[in-house]
């Protein structure tokens, strides 16, 4: 919902939910269609999870109301910059601690203790027992480390480093500042438990958004508003249960694709009037399938610019990466190459027949990556009105099936023929991402 007012050019957002993307709450805007999101993210999954009166397992920004996005539309947002603000953060393996949630640990915490649900906590020193209750005063964390560390970054957020015991007590004691917790954040910061398993790692920054995307239809809990973890909701003994079919109202806006970056552009489903298109889950880098669980969650600025495709339905999300992201056999054909293609064509009197092509990379989510293969496969079949056995072909020899996030969440992509790409109106979007294909310029 939204108060009717004047769409405007630019949206500052510095606000957030309480871990439930609910289509009824009011929305931050409208902005323009062509308009621009400014946003200063908090850190995803780590603090939130250590902060139990966040009911989704993370804490990503109110959504925004889009001029002229109506259910059945597609949303283009084009991730303009993405700049880190964290100095430091903590991360690492997790081990849920029984006896303090129903069900589910990211969505459903009780305090051993008093039995409060979703009780307030308030900061008791540093390490793990550190998190407490405010009613009764009980550790009340629902997770643990299992093996861990503490990242400090250099002053270009281009280079990450593991602390030591020493260092990581001092980014502790000072959680807040260091992580560059947005004033309206609410969650406990992670690094004040710090962990300083692993010491002296150094690691590449390249942060991208591990949460962007539009409003499920129905309430959804933010980290599961995807078919992995989703999947956790149906048949859960707690308020946020949900059935097999009801999961068709999520977005899958919890990508966790690490292509997801600047410069890149996501194609996200309307299924609420404004598409409310929220973000967060920053990271500093991640290698694909995010194995380990969880990756450097961080604070930062970020830019999009949205525009709204009317009449065009999507299943889920489909990502635009920028070129170097894209697998070798998905690039657009050089110049070069569609003279060598020209060539053989000739040989066989078959120009006439020849496709030119962009690719796309199709999102698909399940409880398990066969599922997600198989989800986004069908996915791209229905957008583009081919089989599935035809998207298995051309995803084998002119694609790739890649992890976004171990167990549920892959991209399908290939080069999809233009002829397809006109009829489901992304012509355009394509070509705006990686130029007109080879001798149609």
Known sequence: MIKLKKAVESVLVNEFVDGILDPSREMIGPVKDGGHIIANTSPGCWGPMITPSLKGGH?????????????????????????????ATASGNDKPVEGRFLGDPFVAVQCPDCGL???????????????????????VTPF?????????FDDKKSIGLTLDQEGAQEVAENGKHFMATPENSIQNPIVAFGPHDIQGLAARVRP???????????????????????????????????TEEELDHRTDGHMD????????????????PGGGVYLGDMHAMQGDGEIAGHTTDVSGIVTLQVRVIKGLKLEGPILLPVYEDLPYLAKPFT???REDVIRLASCWKMTDKLESSLPLS???????????????????ASLLGITVPEVMNRTTVTG??????????????????????????????AIEQYGPPAGNS
């Open 144 to 152: 643990q480390f299992t093996n861990a560390y503490t990242m400090t």
């Open 117 to 139: 649900m979703h009780p307030e906590t308030e900061l008791k020193g540093t390490g793990q027992t550190a998190v407490r209750c405010k009613a009764c005063g009980a550790d």
């Open 335 to 337: 110049e070069a190459e």
């Open 400 to 429: 790739s099936i890649e992890i976004g996030r171990h167990p549920g969440v892959v991209t399908i992509t290939f080069l999809v023929p233009i002829p397809l790409l006109e009829k489901v109106k992304l012509d355009y979007t």
């Open 362 to 380: 199709f999102v698909g989510t399940g409880p398990d990556l066969n599922q997600a293969t198989a989800n986004g496969m069908e996915r791209a």
């Open 208 to 242: 991208f958004l591990g949460q962007l995307g539009t409003t499920p239809s129905i309430p959804f809990p933010d980290s599961h508003n995807a078919g992995d973890f989703g999947s956790f909701l149906v048949g859960a003994p707690h308020e946020f249960a949900l």
């Open 59 to 87: 804490e990503v920004t109110k959504p925004v109301y889009v001029e002229g996005a109506e259910p059945g539309d597609t949303i283009v947002i084009s991730i303009k910059s993405i700049r880190v603000t964290s100095i």
């Open 257 to 272: 694709i690490s292509r997801a970056r600047e410069g890149a552009v996501v194609l996200a489903p309307v299924k609420v």
